[in-house]
C-alpha cells in the first residue's frame, strides 16, 4: 500500500489531502472607517454581474445610488452577493455579503448588517461589531467613472486610516506613498506596504484594536512582499560598508548575519502551508561570526504553527525553576552546607542546582550540574539551538535579517545611532505596533494535530484499520525505544493566555530596553488573548486538570547530537532585547553540536527534516541522530540519541516503518479561510 495515499502531508476540510492557502488574495479587510447607518432595513435590490474582475453598475438603473446611505446587491462569479453602497458625495464602498463566521449570506439592517445564521453583526463599514464573526468584511475598490460605478474584484484592500493611526496622524515611513482608500491607483512604481499607514501600538496598548483585528493586520505584513519604497533589502551593511546589492544569499560580512533573501516572510515560510515550514529552496545561511568568511551554518525553515503554546511553556517552566533557585537560596544558611535542589517543572529534568550562603550573607550559586537551557536557567524556545528566547526577537530580527525590514525598536539600538542603519534611504519602516501585530499572529497559529484528532473532529478521512494499528504499534515502539524520553508527547499549560510584552517568566521575557512612554509597549499593560479560545483553527484543546493540553513532543532542552549533524560555528544566545546573553561577565553560545529538541508535532508535514534539511525521509532522519560506528560513551562527540537511534535500527524493517507512520500521522492542518 502506497503511504502517501493513506496519510498527506495536509488534509482540506473534506479530507482530499490537497495542500490549502488560509490566505487568498482577498483575505485584506476593511477597517476603521466611520460607522454611518444605512437605514435599510428591506432586502435591497440586485444586480447580476457579468463575469470579469470589473463590474460596472449602471447607475442609471438604481436611482437608490443617487443618494448617500443608498445600496443594491452586486451577484458576481468571481466574489459571490456584495453590497455596493453610496457613502458621501460621489464616494462607494464594496463590501463582501458573506459572513466572516461561517459563510452565510449578510443582510442590511439598522445601521449596518445582520447574519440571520448565528446574529453575528457589522457597522456599515463593515466592522464586525457582534456575534461570532471573527473579523470584518473584505472590501473592495469601488468608484463613479461617468454614469457607471466600477468595483474591482481582483483583491481586497485595507482602510487603515483611522484603526492604525491616532486621531494626529501617523508618522509615515515605507508606506508614505500609499493612495488612499477607493483612490484609482498611481502610474509608476508604488509601495507594497499593505496598509495605508503603520499600525499604532498606542492603540494596540489602549485597547481600541481587538484580537480579531491585530490578528489580521499580523496576517497582511506576514504576507506583503515589500519592496524598495518600503525598505526592503540593504544598501549598507551594519559596519556602514556600502552593499549595492540589495538581497544576498550568502552572508555577506560586515556585522550582518544572513541575507538579506527575501521580499515575505511567506517567501521562506511557504510549505506545506503559510506560515508553516519551508522546502529545501528556502534554506537560509547564517554567519553567527557576522565576518563574511566561511564556512556557515545552514539553516532549514522552521514550522511557526504552535509558537505562542511555545512561549507560553518557556516561561511557566522558567517561572519555576527560577522559584525553585530563590527556595535553594533561602534554605542555605549562612556559613553552612550548601543545598542543592532538583530543577523539575512539568515532569522535565533540568538537573539541579546548589546554592551556598557565606558568613556575609551573600549567596552563590553551583550551575555545573544544570542540563539542556543556560545558567541563567531561562528556556528559550526558539531557534534550532534554542537560542532565542521571544517570538518577539525572532519576528522582528527575521524581518531585519531576512527581509532587510529595519523596526524602529532595533533602529532605536544601532550603536552609531544612525537612523537609517541599512542606507536604504527608507526609515520607519516597521513601527511598533507592526511589530506587535505580526507577533500576536505568529503567536496565534494552527496547533499541529495528530491524525485521530482530525478524524474525531471530522476534519479528515479515517485511515484504513491496517494504517491506524501500524500507527498505533509506532507510537507504542516510539516510547519504547526511547525516542519519547526527548520528545515528550504532551505537557500541561497552566495558563493559556498569551501576553504581549509580558513580565512573565521572570521577567525574561520582555525587551526592558524599550521605555513605555516612548513606544507604548507596557508590560504592565499587555495584549492578551486566549489560545484555547482565540486564534486560528485547531487551537488548544482544554486539559482536564485546567489549562491545556500541548501535544508538542519536545523537552523546551538542547541536547549534544554528536559531530555528525554539528554545525560549521557556535551560535550566540540572545535575550529578549536581542543581545547576547552574558553569565558572569561570560558571553552565553550553544556549542555547535548541541541543538533544541525541535517539536515533533506537525513532523508528518514538513519535511525535508532536521536543522540543515539534510534528510529527505523521515527514517533518515531518525538514522542521522546518530553513528553507525558512535564515539565511546562519555566522549563529546557521542550523541545523546545515540542509543534510542541504535534502537530504531535495530527493529524489524516493519516495525521500522510502523515508527515512521506514526510520525506521519502528527500534521499541520488549517481550515480554508472560509471555514475559519
Same mark, same amino acid.
Given at each position: 500500500?502506497?503511504?502517501?495515499?493513506?496519510?498527506?502531508?495536509?488534509?482540506?476540510?473534506?479530507?482530499?489531502?490537497?495542500?490549502?492557502?488560509?490566505?487568498?488574495?482577498?483575505?485584506?479587510?476593511?477597517?476603521?472607517?466611520?460607522?454611518?447607518?444605512?437605514?435599510? =432595513?428591506?432586502?435591497?435590490?440586485?444586480?447580476?454581474?457579468?463575469?470579469?474582475?470589473?463590474?460596472?453598475?449602471?447607475?442609471?438603473?438604481?436611482?437608490?445610488?443617487?443618494?448617500?446611505?443608498?445600496?443594491?446587491?452586486?451577484?458576481?462569479?468571481?466574489?459571490?452577493?456584495?453590497?455596493?453602497?453610496?457613502?458621501?458625495?460621489?464616494?462607494?464602498?464594496?463590501?463582501?455579503?458573506?459572513?466572516?463566521?461561517?459563510?452565510?449570506?449578510?443582510?442590511?439592517?439598522?445601521?449596518?448588517?445582520?447574519?440571520?445564521?448565528?446574529?453575528?453583526?457589522?457597522?456599515?463599514?463593515?466592522?464586525?461589531?457582534?456575534?461570532?464573526?471573527?473579523?470584518?468584511?473584505?472590501?473592495?475598490?469601488?468608484?463613479?467613472?461617468?454614469?457607471?460605478?466600477?468595483?474591482?474584484?481582483?483583491?481586497?484592500?485595507?482602510?487603515?486610516?483611522?484603526?492604525?493611526?491616532?486621531?494626529?496622524?501617523?508618522?509615515?515611513?515605507?508606506?508614505?506613498?500609499?493612495?488612499?482608500?477607493?483612490?484609482?491607483?498611481?502610474?509608476?512604481?508604488?509601495?507594497?506596504?499593505?496598509?495605508?499607514?503603520?499600525?499604532?501600538?498606542?492603540?494596540?496598548?489602549?485597547?481600541?484594536?481587538?484580537?480579531?483585528?491585530?490578528?489580521?493586520?499580523?496576517?497582511?505584513?506576514?504576507?506583503?512582499?515589500?519592496?524598495?519604497?518600503?525598505?526592503?533589502?540593504?544598501?549598507?551593511?551594519?559596519?556602514?560598508?556600502?552593499?549595492?546589492?540589495?538581497?544576498?544569499?550568502?552572508?555577506?560580512?560586515?556585522?550582518?548575519?544572513?541575507?538579506?533573501?527575501?521580499?515575505?516572510?511567506?517567501?521562506?515560510?511557504?510549505?506545506?502551508?503559510?506560515?508553516?515550514?519551508?522546502?529545501?529552496?528556502?534554506?537560509?545561511?547564517?554567519?553567527?561570526?557576522?565576518?563574511?568568511?566561511?564556512?556557515?551554518?545552514?539553516?532549514?525553515?522552521?514550522?511557526?504553527?504552535?509558537?505562542?503554546?511555545?512561549?507560553?511553556?518557556?516561561?511557566?517552566?522558567?517561572?519555576?525553576?527560577?522559584?525553585?533557585?530563590?527556595?535553594?537560596?533561602?534554605?542555605?544558611?549562612?556559613?553552612?552546607?550548601?543545598?542543592?535542589?532538583?530543577?523539575?517543572?512539568?515532569?522535565?529534568?533540568?538537573?539541579?542546582?546548589?546554592?551556598?550562603?557565606?558568613?556575609?550573607?551573600?549567596?552563590?550559586?553551583?550551575?555545573?550540574?544544570?542540563?539542556?537551557?543556560?545558567?541563567?536557567?531561562? &528556556?528559550?524556545?526558539?531557534?534550532?539551538?534554542?537560542?532565542?528566547?521571544?517570538?518577539?526577537?525572532?519576528?522582528?530580527?527575521?524581518?531585519?535579517?531576512?527581509?532587510?525590514?529595519?523596526?524602529?525598536?532595533?533602529?532605536?539600538?544601532?550603536?552609531?545611532?544612525?537612523?537609517?542603519?541599512?542606507?536604504?534611504?527608507?526609515?520607519?519602516?516597521?513601527? &511598533?505596533?507592526?511589530?506587535?501585530?505580526? =507577533?500576536?499572529?505568529?503567536?496565534?497559529?494552527?496547533?499541529?494535530?495528530?491524525?485521530?484528532?482530525?478524524?474525531?473532529?471530522?476534519?479528515?478521512?479515517?485511515?484504513?484499520?491496517?494504517?491506524?494499528?501500524?500507527?498505533?504499534?509506532?507510537?507504542?515502539?516510539?516510547?519504547?525505544?526511547?525516542?519519547?524520553?526527548?520528545?515528550?508527547?504532551?505537557?500541561?499549560?497552566?495558563?493559556?493566555?498569551?501576553?504581549?510584552?509580558?513580565?512573565?517568566?521572570?521577567?525574561?521575557? =520582555?525587551?526592558?530596553?524599550?521605555?513605555?512612554?516612548?513606544?507604548?509597549?507596557?508590560?504592565?499593560?499587555?495584549?492578551?488573548?486566549?489560545?484555547?479560545?482565540?486564534?486560528?483553527?485547531?487551537?488548544?484543546?482544554?486539559?482536564?486538570?485546567?489549562?491545556?493540553? &500541548?501535544?508538542?513532543?519536545?523537552?523546551?532542552?538542547?541536547?549534544?547530537?554528536?559531530?555528525?549533524?554539528?554545525?560549521?560555528?557556535? =551560535?550566540?544566545?540572545?535575550?529578549?532585547?536581542?543581545?547576547?546573553?552574558?553569565?558572569?561577565?561570560?558571553?552565553?553560545?550553544?556549542?555547535?553540536?548541541?541543538?533544541?529538541?525541535?517539536?515533533?508535532?506537525?513532523?508528518?508535514?514538513?519535511?525535508?527534516?532536521?536543522?540543515?534539511?539534510?534528510?529527505?525521509?523521515?527514517?533518515?532522519?531518525?538514522?542521522?541522530?546518530?553513528?553507525?560506528?558512535?564515539?565511546?560513551?562519555?566522549?563529546?562527540?557521542?550523541?545523546?540519541?545515540?542509543?534510542?537511534?541504535?534502537?530504531?535500527?535495530?527493529?524489524?524493517?516493519?516495525?521500522?516503518?510502523?515508527?515512521?507512520?506514526?510520525?506521519?500521522?502528527?500534521?499541520?492542518?488549517?481550515?480554508?479561510?472560509?471555514?475559519?
Amino acid at each position: 500500500m502506497d503511504s502517501s495515499s493513506r496519510y498527506p502531508r495536509t488534509f482540506d476540510a473534506a479530507g482530499s489531502g490537497t495542500p490549502l492557502r488560509r490566505r487568498t488574495a482577498l483575505e485584506t479587510l476593511a477597517l476603521g472607517a466611520a460607522a454611518i447607518a444605512t437605514g435599510c =432595513t428591506i432586502p435591497p435590490r440586485s444586480f447580476r454581474a457579468p463575469a470579469g474582475a470589473l463590474v460596472e453598475v449602471p447607475l442609471s438603473k438604481f436611482p437608490e445610488l443617487e443618494q448617500p446611505g443608498g445600496i443594491i446587491k452586486v451577484i458576481s462569479r468571481e466574489q459571490g452577493p456584495l453590497f455596493l453602497r453610496r457613502s458621501e458625495g460621489e464616494s462607494f464602498e464594496a463590501l463582501s455579503a458573506v459572513c466572516t463566521h461561517q459563510g452565510c449570506t449578510i443582510a442590511p439592517s439598522a445601521g449596518g448588517f445582520r447574519c440571520p445564521c448565528h446574529g453575528s453583526t457589522y457597522d456599515a463599514s463593515g466592522r464586525n461589531t457582534g456575534g461570532p464573526a471573527p473579523r470584518p468584511l473584505p472590501r473592495f475598490r469601488a468608484e463613479k467613472r461617468g454614469v457607471h460605478v466600477v468595483i474591482d474584484l481582483s483583491r481586497a484592500f485595507l482602510l487603515l486610516a483611522v484603526l492604525a493611526c491616532g486621531a494626529s496622524g501617523c508618522k509615515k515611513g515605507g508606506s508614505s506613498g500609499s493612495s488612499g482608500a477607493g483612490a484609482v491607483a498611481p502610474p509608476g512604481d508604488q509601495p507594497n506596504f499593505p496598509f495605508l499607514a503603520h499600525v499604532d501600538q498606542g492603540r494596540i496598548t489602549r485597547g481600541r484594536i481587538q484580537f480579531g483585528e491585530l490578528f489580521f493586520l499580523g496576517d497582511e505584513l506576514f504576507a506583503a512582499e515589500f519592496n524598495a519604497l518600503d525598505g526592503v533589502g540593504v544598501l549598507a551593511l551594519p559596519d556602514g560598508t556600502a552593499f549595492p546589492g540589495r538581497f544576498s544569499r550568502v552572508p555577506p560580512g560586515g556585522g550582518r548575519f544572513t541575507g538579506p533573501n527575501a521580499q515575505a516572510c511567506e517567501g521562506c515560510h511557504n510549505s506545506p502551508l503559510p506560515t508553516s515550514a519551508g522546502e529545501a529552496a528556502s534554506n537560509v545561511i547564517q554567519d553567527p561570526a557576522l565576518s563574511g568568511v566561511g564556512p556557515f551554518n545552514t539553516r532549514n525553515t522552521i514550522s511557526l504553527f504552535g509558537s505562542g503554546a511555545i512561549q507560553r511553556l518557556a516561561e511557566e517552566v522558567t517561572e519555576d525553576l527560577l522559584a525553585i533557585r530563590s527556595e535553594a537560596a533561602a534554605a542555605a544558611l549562612p556559613g553552612g552546607p550548601a543545598v542543592t535542589r532538583e530543577l523539575v517543572s512539568k515532569g522535565l529534568s533540568f538537573g539541579s542546582i546548589t546554592a551556598t550562603r557565606n558568613v556575609g550573607g551573600d549567596v552563590s550559586f553551583d550551575t555545573s550540574e544544570v542540563e539542556g537551557i543556560d545558567p541563567d536557567l531561562v &528556556v528559550r524556545p526558539f531557534g534550532w539551538k534554542g537560542n532565542m528566547t521571544t517570538l518577539r526577537d525572532f519576528v522582528r530580527g527575521a524581518a531585519q535579517n531576512e527581509l532587510g525590514m529595519e523596526a524602529d525598536e532595533l533602529v532605536a539600538k544601532d550603536p552609531m545611532g544612525r537612523s537609517d542603519p541599512d542606507g536604504d534611504d527608507v526609515e520607519g519602516e516597521l513601527s &511598533v505596533g507592526d511589530v506587535t501585530a505580526m =507577533t500576536v499572529y505568529v503567536a496565534a497559529q494552527e496547533i499541529p494535530q495528530s491524525l485521530d484528532r482530525l478524524v474525531r473532529d471530522g476534519l479528515a478521512p479515517p485511515p484504513t484499520s491496517e494504517s491506524a494499528a501500524l500507527a498505533r504499534r509506532g507510537r507504542a515502539l516510539f516510547s519504547q525505544i526511547g525516542c519519547a524520553d526527548c520528545h515528550v508527547p504532551e505537557l500541561r499549560l497552566d495558563d493559556p493566555v498569551f501576553e504581549e510584552p509580558t513580565l512573565r517568566g521572570g521577567g525574561n521575557y =520582555t525587551d526592558t530596553e524599550m521605555d513605555p512612554a516612548l513606544t507604548f509597549l507596557d508590560p504592565a499593560q499587555p495584549f492578551r488573548f486566549h489560545l484555547v479560545r482565540e486564534g486560528d483553527f485547531p487551537r488548544l484543546e482544554p486539559h482536564p486538570s485546567g489549562g491545556a493540553r &500541548v501535544a508538542l513532543f519536545g523537552d523546551l532542552k538542547r541536547h549534544a547530537m554528536g559531530s555528525r549533524l554539528a554545525d560549521a560555528q557556535p =551560535t550566540a544566545v540572545k535575550g529578549a532585547d536581542g543581545r547576547q546573553v552574558e553569565v558572569d561577565g561570560t558571553p552565553l553560545e550553544v556549542p555547535v553540536n548541541v541543538f533544541l529538541t525541535p517539536e515533533l508535532w506537525g513532523a508528518g508535514s514538513t519535511g525535508p527534516w532536521l536543522h540543515d534539511g539534510r534528510a529527505g525521509t523521515l527514517e533518515e532522519a531518525v538514522l542521522l541522530h546518530g553513528d553507525d560506528v558512535p564515539p565511546a560513551p562519555g566522549d563529546p562527540d557521542r550523541s545523546e540519541a545515540q542509543e534510542a537511534r541504535d534502537a530504531f535500527a535495530a527493529l524489524s524493517a516493519e516495525d521500522r516503518l510502523a515508527v515512521v507512520e506514526f510520525l506521519r500521522t502528527l500534521l499541520l492542518f488549517a481550515l480554508p479561510e472560509e471555514e475559519e
